[in-house]
């Protein structure tokens, strides 16, 4: 696909010569616009250049003295007058007959007049020459020739056009593979390279924790700057390495560090650029970005998001069809990892978040020998990122402890870490302070836990009494069950589409029991029990809390196999085939009874949770009256009211 941009493109000439570069460029296209043209100009000067008359001319000096040998009347609209030779010594006729010595004339035609139209001129004619006989009346020959210059512009025209276009786009092509404009770099990878100066300015040590991760990537590195070291001891250099880790980990940022810290040329694209709706283009530039490569090895290649080109072949085969030019790129990509030699040089490094989307093929050693998993970070490993963002604020003289953010942000990604400093340092400027402060990092993990605070929205005291018991009902439920996450802050300020929220501190743990995820719904279906106790009336505030317990529900009994009667079977699908179908992996009894455990297990933690709410109704009054007076209630508030939670 790419070479006829190299034969139509004409070459940029240097400056030094430049300019007589160009201008024989000129010269050449004007010769040839001169062969071309050349048979019609000299057909054009060649066919006479009749003296123009009219009418009235034509039958008192021509026809009254039987002096034109013939007429021809071209394309209905001109007459062309042919004198006879007997005439070529008339002063009248003689300047353009132009007789020459041996009697011979002008060719002709040697006068010419427009008739009007044909009618008109044979009607005239035939006037003019009522007197004379049949044989001597003048003979009158039709011609229909084409108008030379409309001939010659309507080819040289789009001819033209045409040649300025592919000029156009040949010239917008850009440089070579770098996703220029130009169509014939379709087929051309859309990769960037990054080498010598222009390298990534990020470095290890912006990327905190992943210690694992980045010695294993960094050891690839070092295959490629000494394969020697490895080769002797008849080690195989890996081909391919792939990160694996939930959104926001840091698979990017790590990549962007291999590139700032290897020395070596690296090309990074993501697996959606060669995903396009020509057919046949992904995998051109699977073969143009690896033929790149060889030429600029030792390199490496990263490809961001690949599950958008390697997500596994036949998966959604109901759409068939939309997957053929996705599965050709897929090919592309498993023969070109294929085909280079170990040793060559070329390191392809990639990332997803959908490992279980990826075609086994992709996977197999001998293609992405290393997968390096990456999780969410732990405490430790919280701290650590805080302070890499912390770096650029300028913090209040006593700074933040660091320690305390990180545990107020379990379960937070690399990703939100970044977002939470970033954010604080917004809050700081809209409160517009010098300084980052403590207040504006809580503001900042509320905003992004529960979304912005709307104080504005418009809530009637009847609503506000609903949601502050709804809310005193989590706080109390979950207050009571000892397996429930800690409760640190409950609030009846509208925040993002939730009217109130109660705000816990989950622990890290990598095991839930049954118990805990039952405490759980319990603690989820607070709200709606609480009102229902309260008001004797239930309201539509509880829909998130409802959703969430049902989800938890279905995964008890179809994933963890907690329900006696399905029994430890899960229909848990790790590898995502079920996405693409359509039949569940039960049968239609199966189905049913799993409605029905799901149904019994909220139903009961329900029941439950009202109980409880029962037994500490005067708690859970005392609660919502606070709510209602502070709007936000902290942990030693809650102590206040409802004791000192028991471990
Ligand atoms: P996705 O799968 O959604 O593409 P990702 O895993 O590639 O996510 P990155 O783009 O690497 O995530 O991370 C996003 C941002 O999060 C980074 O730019 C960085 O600011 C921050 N971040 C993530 N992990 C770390 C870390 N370990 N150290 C420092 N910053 C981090």
Redesign the pocket.
């Given at each position: 696909m790419s070479e006829p941009l190299v034969l139509i493109m004409p070459q940029q000439p240097d400056n030094a010569n430049g300019g007589k570069k160009k201008s024989r460029i000129g010269w050449i296209y004007i010769a040839m616009l001169a062969i071309l043209f050349l048979p019609y100009l000299s057909r054009f000067f060649s066919s006479g250049n009749p003296r123009q008359i009219i009418w009235n001319e034509f039958e008192n000096k021509i026809l009254s003295r039987n002096a034109a040998d013939s007429i021809d009347v071209v394309n209905n609209e001109v007459a062309q007058v042919y004198i006879k030779k007997a005439f070529a010594e008339d002063p009248y006729f003689k300047p353009v007959l132009k007789p020459r010595p041996g009697g011979d004339i002008e060719p002709g035609p040697h006068y010419a007049f427009n008739i009007g139209s044909v009618e008109t001129l044979e009607r005239k004619l035939d006037e003019a020459q009522r007197a004379l006989p049949a044989e001597q009346r003048v003979k009158v020959t039709y011609t229909k020739r084409p108008n030379m210059l409309i001939n010659i512009l309507s080819w040289v025209v789009p001819l033209a056009f045409l040649f300025f276009f592919f000029r156009t786009l040949a010239k917008g092509g850009g440089g070579m593979g770098m996703g220029g404009a130009s169509p014939f770099s379709f087929g051309n990878s859309t990769a960037t390279l990054q080498k010598g100066a222009d390298r990534s300015p990020v470095s290890f040590k912006?990327?905190?924790?992943?210690e694992e991760a980045k010695q294993e990537v960094m050891e690839v590195v070092d295959f490629l700057k000494d394969p020697g070291m490895y080769t002797k001891l008849g080690a195989k250099i890996p081909r391919g390495v792939i990160?694996i880790?939930?959104?926001?980990?840091?698979?990017?940022?790590?990549?962007?560090a291999v590139a700032g810290e290897a020395g070596v040329p690296f090309f990074s694209l993501s697996g959606s650029e060669f995903v396009e709706m020509f057919v046949g283009i992904g995998a051109s530039r699977v073969r143009d970005l690896f033929r790149r490569a060889k030429e600029e090895a030792p390199c490496i290649i990263f490809i961001?998001?690949i599950d958008a080109v390697g997500r596994s072949r036949g998966k959604g085969a109901f759409f068939a069809g939309a997957n053929d030019e996705r599965e050709n790129t897929l090919n592309q990509l498993l023969t070109e990892m294929d085909g280079f030699s170990t040793n060559s040089g070329v390191i392809v490094l990639a990332?997803?978040?959908r490992a279980d989307m990826l075609d086994a093929a992709l996977l197999r050693p001998g293609r992405f020998d290393r997968r390096i998993y990456?999780e969410l970070?732990d405490l430790v490993?919280r701290e650590?990122?805080f302070n890499?963002?912390l770096r650029p604020l300028r913090q209040a003289e006593v700074p933040v402890d660091v320690h305390f953010l990180a545990s107020q942000t379990p379960g937070f990604?690399?990703?939100?870490?970044?977002?939470i400093c970033n954010e604080a340092a917004l809050f700081a400027a809209r409160r517009k302070s010098e300084k980052v402060e403590k207040k504006d990092f809580l503001e900042a993990i509320d905003r992004i836990v529960a979304g912005l605070e709307k104080r504005s929205k418009i809530i009637s005291p009847e609503e506000k009494k609903i949601i502050a018991f709804h809310e005193a009902g989590h706080a109390v439920a979950s207050w009571f069950l000892k397996r429930v996450d800690p409760l640190i802050k409950v609030s009846i300020i509208p925040r993002g589409k939730s009217l109130g929220a109660a705000w816990y501190l989950p622990e890290e743990r990598q095991l839930k029991t049954a118990g805990e995820f039952t405490e759980n719904l319990c603690a989820a279906l607070g709200g709606r029990a609480a009102e229902e106790l309260i008001f004797g009336e239930i309201s539509s505030g509880a829909l998130d809390d409802l959703e969430k317990a049902t989800k938890e529900a279905y995964s008890m009994v179809a994933y963890y196999g907690f329900d006696k009667k399905i029994g430890p079977v899960s229909f848990y699908d790790s590898g995502g085939n079920q996405e693409a179908g359509f039949q569940k992996p039960y049968s239609e009894e199966t189905g049913k009874l799993i409605d029905e455990e799901v149904r019994k297990l909220v139903e009961d933690a329900y029941r439950q949770t009202i109980g409880l709410l029962e037994e500490h109704k005067a708690e859970l009054t005392r609660l919502a009256e606070l709510l209602l007076q502070k709007e936000t209630v902290f942990k030693e508030d809650l102590e206040a009211v409802l004791g000192v939670r028991r471990a």
């Open positions: 912006d990327v905190a924790g992943l990160i880790g939930p959104p926001g980990t840091g698979k990017t940022l790590l990549a962007k961001d998001e990332a997803t978040n990456l970070p490993e650590a990122i890499v963002h990604s690399g990703a939100d870490i970044a977002n």
